[in-house]
């Protein structure tokens, strides 16, 4: 803990109050109600949304209204979505204690409640009990790791960060209100205003809390609400959040709508206990995340894939599986990168059982791989050299994903 000196004191006593403003660019998109539908089992659909409740989502797909299951939907993502010029914007960075995310111009205080002004939602207003943390300024490399280690402090106290030359510290108190001018510091019972331009961040004396959520709403800006309830109708979504805050806003705001709560893992997200690459030549190429090897979204076929791995023969990959999936997926294909260049010959097997064995080529249609993988340990993955040595064998696997 840092000692409260008397040069800091003194220093908390003397400060002027002012403001500091960081700037972001928020997209601003065109309208759309197009959405891609990723359901727990099969392929991904895409169809206009028309209507979404607690059971279902509604889609217009090709010119037929077809129902889902809501608890068989992973995600909702806003598909094509174009971004127009984007727009300056007063940030902030404020977390809740259920985990919401979220970039405001202003945050205000009064030791009982909050509000906050969002670019997307409007004004949010909830207890005050719900702030966590408060992050003033962009920072740095060196300051963002420092208020990292900050954040994962244990205090009995609300803490108030404070720039200080090159780097940031802390003192410990009570945060007693904030508003667009200062935060008010409660120091050896005085009340003292800080002027925001010298404050970094605050982080409140509360515990951040698992809650019981839905699912989850992520914002074009990144924002992010844990969700208790969510509807989409007559181009209107409405939610509630985690911690009792209204959100309403329409498809044009938001990214994704997150229904996984754990039930999906992407292999990308994982790392493997074994990542063995053998060149061919002298030249290597070590398996890539979420990208291809020029550093473009993965695509097979006519695919694009935001998820995924590509690998180059002769690669061997282990992932740990400890028994608590039941299904692999993925579209498997040579990435387009190389056209129908390319030879591998891939082995996929979960312990001992070989799931997948043969040659993928840039000539094949993409691959559909599903696989039970119900009490399996380990997932293991060869791709190795084919007819064409290491020519090329650039082999994907979109969206390759864990179901529990």
């Known amino acids: 803990m840092t000692d409260l000196s008397p040069g800091i004191q003194k220093y908390l006593q003397t400060i002027i109050l002012g403001m500091v403003l960081s700037v972001c660019v928020f997209p601003v998109s065109a309208q759309s109600t ?28 090709d010119g037929e ?10 995600t909702i993502e806003i ?9 300056e914007e007063i940030l902030k960075h404020l977390a809740l204690v259920d985990g919401s995310l979220l970039k ?14 969002t670019p997307h939602l409007g004004v949010l207003k909830g207890k005050g009990s719900l702030l966590h943390h408060l992050r003033y300024s962009e920072g740095n490399a060196t300051t963002l790791a420092r208020w990292k280690e900050i954040l994962d402090r244990d205090s009995k106290q609300d803490l108030l960060v404070i720039n200080k030359e090159e780097s940031i510290d802390f003192v410990e108190g009570v945060i007693s209100k904030l508003d667009e001018k200062a935060v008010y510091f409660l120091l050896d019972g005085e ?13 409140l004396s509360r515990k951040i809390g698992s809650t019981e959520a839905v699912g989850s709403l992520l914002m074009a800006n990144d924002d992010r609400f844990p969700l208790s309830t969510l509807s989409y109708s007559d181009g209107k979504l409405s939610a509630v959040s985690a911690s009792g805050l209204a959100l309403e806003t329409t498809l044009d705001d938001i990214d994704m709508i997150d229904f996984r709560q754990g039930r999906l893992v992407y292999l990308s997200d994982l790392e493997p ?58 579209t498997m294909g040579i990435e387009e990168l190389v056209g129908n260049k390319g030879h591998t010959h891939v082995v996929i097997k979960a312990d001992d059982e070989i799931l997948f064995e043969g040659d993928v080529t840039g000539s094949d249609e993409p691959i559909p791989l599903d696989f039970d993988i119900a009490g399996k340990r380990d ?6 050299f084919g007819a064409d040595l290491a020519v090329a064998d650039h082999l994907a696997l979109g969206d390759a994903r864990l179901i529990k």
């Open 34 to 61: 197009l959405v891609e539908v990723t359901p727990l089992t099969g392929s991904a659909v895409r169809g206009e949304l028309k209507e979404l409740s607690a059971d279902a989502a509604t889609l217009q797909i």
């Open 65 to 74: 209204i077809q129902t889902f299951s809501r608890d068989g939907i992973l």
């Open 79 to 87: 598909a094509d979505r174009e971004e127009t010029i984007g727009s």
């Open 104 to 117: 405001t111009s202003q945050v205000r205080y009064d030791g009982t409640q909050f509000s906050a002004e």
């Open 191 to 203: 009340e003292i205003p800080v002027g925001v331009d010298k404050v970094f961040g605050i982080i």
């Open 273 to 330: 206990r074994v990542n063995e690459y053998t060149p061919f030549f002298d030249e290597e190429w070590k398996m890539r995340i979420d990208e291809n090897f020029d550093g473009s979204p993965i695509r097979i076929g006519n695919q694009s894939f935001k998820k995924g791995l590509c690998i180059h023969s002769k690669t061997l990959l282990r992932y740990r599986l400890g028994g608590q999936y039941r299904r692999l997926q993925s």
């Open 379 to 384: 997932l293991e993955i060869l791709v190795d």
